[in-house]
C-alpha cells in the first residue's frame, strides 16, 4: 500500500510549548490529508482536513487557533499544537492516499506534563 | 446520528471461534467500505475492503449491505494474533473532490487461549 510516514513517534513537552508534528506521502501526491486525534479506548476523531495551497476545515469543536495547520506542498502537511496543556494528551495521527484507499501515518504520541 | 455506528464491544473469544462484528452507517450515498484493524498504540492498518459481493480473505469475510446499511466482518478459526480493535469505515466525498472516511468506534476482540 501508498506510505505515509509521520514524525515524531513521540513527544514529551511541558505545558505551554507548542509542538509540531510532520506527515508525509512518500510515494504519492497527496492534494488532502486528514489528521485525527484518539483518546485512549476511544475511536478516531478526525480533527481537520489538510488541503494543499489552501486554508485546512476544521470539524466542529476543534479550535483552528490551537491546531494550526500547513500543507505547503503535495507531500507534506504538519499539525502544531501551539501553548499544548495535559488535555492536548492524545494519539495524533494523519492519513492520506492516492484513491479511495487511506493509509495512516504511524501515530505521534503527545503527553504534556 | 452519527454517520457510523458499530458495538465497541469486547469480544472474549476462544482460540477456533468464529466471531462477527457490524456497522451501521447512515449516509445512503456512500460508497466505498472498508476494515482496519488497529493494535494498541498502532495506526491502524487496512484490513479489507467491503463490497456487495462480498469479500473473502482467508479466515476474514466482509459484506456489505446497502438496503440495511450495515457492513459486516466475520473471522473464522480465530488465533491469539487477530486480538486487536478492529475498525469500519465508510467513505465520503466532498465537493472538493477529496475522499474522507468515517470510521466506527472500534470493536476490541480478544482472543483467549
Known amino acids: 500500500g501508498a506510505v505515509v510516514s509521520q514524525h515524531p513517534s513521540w513527544v514529551i513537552c511541558k505545558s505551554g510549548t507548542s509542538v509540531k508534528i510532520e506527515c508525509r506521502s512518500l510515494d504519492f501526491q497527496a492534494t488532502t490529508m486528514f489528521w485525527y486525534r484518539q483518546f485512549p479506548k476511544q475511536s478516531l476523531m478526525l480533527m481537520a482536513t489538510?488541503?494543499?495551497?489552501?486554508?485546512?476545515?476544521?470539524e466542529q469543536g476543534v479550535e483552528k487557533d490551537k491546531f494550526l495547520i500547513n500543507h505547503a506542498s503535495l507531500t507534506l502537511s504538519t499539525l502544531t499544537v501551539t501553548s499544548a496543556h495535559p488535555e492536548d494528551s492524545s494519539f495524533y495521527i494523519c492519513s492520506a492516499g492516492p484513491g479511495e484507499k487511506l493509509f495512516f501515518g504511524s501515530g505521534t504520541q503527545l503527553s504534556v506534563l | 446520528r452519527k454517520e457510523v455506528e458499530q458495538d465497541p464491544g469486547p469480544f472474549n473469544v476462544p482460540e477456533g471461534a468464529t466471531v462477527a462484528f457490524n456497522c451501521t452507517y447512515s449516509n445512503s450515498a456512500s460508497q466505498s467500505f472498508f476494515w482496519y484493524r488497529q493494535d494498541c498504540r498502532k495506526e491502524p492498518k487496512l484490513l479489507m475492503s467491503v463490497y456487495s459481493s462480498g469479500n473473502e480473505d482467508g479466515r476474514f469475510t466482509a459484506q456489505l449491505n446497502r438496503a440495511s446499511q450495515y457492513i459486516s466482518l466475520l473471522i473464522r478459526d480465530s488465533k491469539l494474533s487477530d486480538s486487536a480493535t478492529y475498525l469500519c469505515a465508510v467513505n465520503k466525498w466532498y465537493q472538493t473532490g477529496a475522499n474522507n472516511l468515517f470510521f466506527g468506534t472500534g470493536t476490541r476482540l480478544t482472543v483467549i487461549p
Open positions: 489538510s488541503n494543499e495551497g489552501s486554508k485546512a476545515t476544521y
